[in-house]
C-alpha cells in the first residue's frame, strides 16, 4: 500500500518583489517628508497664534468693557450732583 502525502494546510507566503532604491531618490522622498513635517509643525504653529490672538481680543475687550461701566457710573453720579446743585 501506497500512502499519499499530507498537502500543507498553511497558507503560503506571496512573493515580495525587492528593489534597491536610487540614493538619489532617497534623498528626495527624505527632503520632501522633512518638508511636510515643517508645514504641519507651521500649520499647528499658526493655529495656535490664532487662538493667542483670540483670546488676547477677549480679554481686551472685558477690560473695555469693565472701563467703560465705570466711566457711565461716574458720569451718572456727576449728573445727580450737577441736578442737585440746580
Known amino acids: 500500500m501506497i500512502r499519499l502525502l499530507k498537502t500543507n494546510s498553511k497558507k503560503l507566503a506571496k512573493p515580495t518583489v525587492f528593489s534597491q ?3 538619489k531618490k532617497k534623498i528626495m522622498i527624505i527632503l520632501a517628508m522633512q518638508l511636510l ?3 504641519v509643525v ?6 495656535v497664534l490664532v487662538d493667542l490672538v483670540e483670546q488676547t481680543f ?7 468693557l469693565v472701563i467703560l461701566v465705570e466711566v457711565e ?3 451718572e453720579d456727576d449728573l445727580q ?5 440746580i
Open 21 to 23: 532604491i536610487n540614493q
Open 37 to 39: 513635517k515643517m508645514v
Open 42 to 47: 507651521a500649520k499647528v504653529a499658526l493655529e
Open 58 to 64: 477677549q480679554i481686551f475687550l472685558k477690560i473695555f
Open 73 to 75: 457710573e461716574v458720569q
Open 81 to 85: 450732583i450737577i441736578e442737585g446743585l
